[in-house]
């Protein structure tokens, strides 16, 4: 129940990745036939992630290390590149820490940066990312959907208002990206965070799509591959792997959502049924395999740990999660106080979950949640 954090690799990805560990190694810069062969395989997957997105042109895709690289490259290439034309970037206060720390960085170079609040449901409204705008600003980024509560935000309305005034739009992508049919011509996106594991792909491997009249400048340089975008040598396995994943994404999401959807709204559903127990994100306009809630009087690390004795991977953003005592940025700017925040737990399903995991996580959830209850001096059971 922990596929927002790690997803596991589709044996048919990897039985596509395999060959290209020891027997296929030729490196896609070489002009002999092994080299080629390399070359057509990695345009190949360059095809299928460009299709799953909907971009024009395959030459779009800038293949990296991953989503944090992405978003690093998209923003820190963008604001340097525009840099003369101004100096003001547009974000929401509840991005992923791979969007808010380059910002932060950026903003020592010297760069203001405006952070647009959420509702009670993560929700960024379009109109005050309008409101934003100035005669300064060269960049906005707004994730697709929050990978924490789920919220899917209005990208299409941003993109419209972005391209009418000709700002940059960037988008991560990460926790949408194969899961829900996004389309980068539609939605007016200029750059495009994509991660290869968040659709079943190696971990170690991502891209950029750069829309073909946009120009960044580059983080890695050396021999010039990916269009000299990304210099050294491709990551041929993680690239078939992630070329394959698109491609079974693209084909499969549907259908697979659709079955998500009716085990999201299972969890969704009876796990509210508990006391004093709460949903978080937007109830419909979530990502279909992401059930998050929040837990008053119980502190959400210790819900994880005693799930996971049970055999239950969960996660939480509190500070057993994010490695510091301070509670979740995303639940704080949704208007939540620490301490309610602190008693989060995020489940999220992925195509090996069944019926009977759910059945499981709704027949163990309840007791642990009345045993921690029964520890907390605050509950108001205790008078």
């Known amino acids: 129940m922990d596929y927002g954090s790690a997803s596991p690799v589709d044996t048919r990805v990897l039985e596509a990745m395999m060959p290209y560990f020891d027997k296929e190694i030729g490196n896609p810069s070489s002009p002999h036939s092994s080299g ?15 299709n799953l997105i909907g971009a024009q042109s395959p030459r779009s895709i800038i293949f990296t290390s991953g ?24 974000t929401s206060s509840v991005e992923h820490m791979s ?31 309008k409101d934003a705008i100035n005669e300064k600003t060269v960049l906005i980024s707004v994730q697709y959907a929050n990978g924490e509560v789920g ?22 992508g990460t926790a949408a990206c194969g899961k829900i049919p996004l389309n980068v011509e539609e939605e007016h996106i200029d750059l495009l965070t994509i991660s290869s594991n968040d659709m079943y792909g190696p971990k170690g491997v991502g891209a950029l799509y750069i829309r073909q009249d946009v120009r960044i400048l580059p983080l890695m340089l050396g021999g010039g591959q990916e269009f000299g975008m990304r210099s050294g040598s491709e990551n041929i396995p993680g690239i078939i792997g992630m070329g394959r994943a698109a491609k079974l994404a693209s084909d499969e999401m549907i259908d697979e959502g659709a079955r998500l959807i009716r085990l999201r709204d299972q ?23 992401n059930a998050s809630f929040r837990f008053s ?12 004795e049970l055999g239950i991977t969960a996660s939480t953003g509190s500070a057993c999660s994010t490695k510091t005592l301070e509670p979740s940025h995303a639940l704080i700017a949704m208007g939540l106080r620490h301490e309610e925040a602190h008693g989060s737990l995020r489940l999220t ?10 059945d499981y996580v709704l027949e163990s959830t309840p007791g642990i949640i009345t045993k921690l209850r029964a520890l907390s001096p605050l509950y108001p059971a205790h008078g």
């Open 151 to 172: 919220t899917v935000q209005p990208i299409k309305e941003i993109g419209e208002i972005a391209s009418d005034n000709r700002i940059l739009f960037h988008v991560d």
């Open 297 to 308: 009087y119980i502190e959400g690390e210790s819900t994880i740990l005693m799930l996971s």
């Open 67 to 90: 989503a944090t690289e992405s978003n690093n490259l998209a923003l820190r290439g963008a604001a340097m590149r525009y840099k003369d034309k101004g100096n003001h970037i547009i």
């Open 36 to 50: 080629r062969k390399a070359k057509r395989e990695l345009e190949a997957a360059r095809t299928d992630v460009a």
């Open 349 to 358: 399903l992925g195509k090996y979950n069944s019926q009977e995991d759910v």
């Open 267 to 289: 969890l969704i559903d009876s796990i509210l049924k508990i006391e004093y127990t709460y949903l978080t994100g937007h109830r419909t306009k979530r990502l279909l395999n």
């Open 99 to 129: 969007v808010m720390n380059p910002l932060k960085d950026i903003q020592r170079s010297g760069f203001d940066v405006t952070h647009i609040p959420v509702d009670r449901d993560g929700m960024v409204d379009a109109e005050r990312v």
